[in-house]
């Protein structure tokens, strides 16, 4: 929570570099997004990461999705969020126990641990 509301609060934020040469800029809603996107798609994990460790991870387990919602895109969704009926989740992420309401459509965003998202919302931070 402290890193989405310093970024929400428009501060600058440093990165680190880790033993694998890999660098990331989180210091804005976009890179945050863009940083799990990369991951995603260039299938890179952290060398401290063992082989056996499932990574990166779209649906965590103990996460609820109801049949009806609509997931697209990039997604993180994490251990024991909800996702109502008829949702729709366009490149955004859920932190754990994260709710999406049902009808609710979001593209680019991220959910904070314990918060629910409702409405029609883009690019925002809940």
Do not use: M
Not at 37 to 50: E, F, G, N, S, V
Not at 106 to 112: A, G, H, K, M, S
Request: net charge positive; with cysteine.
């Amino acid at each position: 929570p402290t890193l989405i509301d310093a970024i929400a609060a428009g501060r600058k934020l440093g990165g680190v570099v880790v033993n694998d040469g890999k660098w990331f800029n989180i210091g804005s809603v976009e890179g945050y997004l863009e940083v799990h996107q990369t991951i995603a798609k260039r299938d890179w994990r952290p060398a401290y990461l063992a082989e056996t460790n499932e990574w990166p991870v779209s649906i965590a387990p103990g996460a609820r999705i109801d049949s009806t919602a609509n997931l697209s895109g990039f997604y993180c969704v994490g251990t024991q969020c909800r996702i109502g009926e008829r949702a729709q989740l366009t490149n955004s992420i859920l932190w754990p126990g994260a709710r999406v309401a049902p009808a609710s459509q979001l593209r680019n965003c991220i959910v904070r641990v314990g918060k629910v998202a409702e409405g029609k919302l883009e690019d925002a931070i809940v």
